[in-house]
C-alpha cells in the first residue's frame, strides 16, 4: 500500500522545499505542484509534493491517518 501524507510548506526554494507536519520537517521536491507557496499544503509520497490540497482536507486527511496507527 502507498500512502501520501499531507504536510504544510514552511519554505520554497525553486524545485524543492521544507514541510512540516506535526512538528516534523522534510525536505522534498516541489516539482509536480508549479505554484506552490509557503503556508499551502501538500500531499508528499516518496520525497515529492503530488498534489496540493486545502487545510481541512489536510487535517481531515491527517486525523484519519492517525486514528488508523492507533
Known sequence: MCLAIPA???RVDG???TVVLDGQRA????AL??????G??????AGYA???LD????KETFDLLKEAHE
Open 55 to 58: 487545510e481541512a482536507a489536510a
Open 40 to 45: 499551502d499544503w501538500v500531499l508528499v509520497h
Open 50 to 52: 503530488i498534489t496540493t
Open 33 to 38: 505542484v508549479p505554484g506552490v507557496q509557503p
Open 27 to 30: 525536505e522534498v521536491v516541489l
Open 8 to 10: 504544510q510548506v514552511e
Open 15 to 17: 524545485r524543492l522545499g
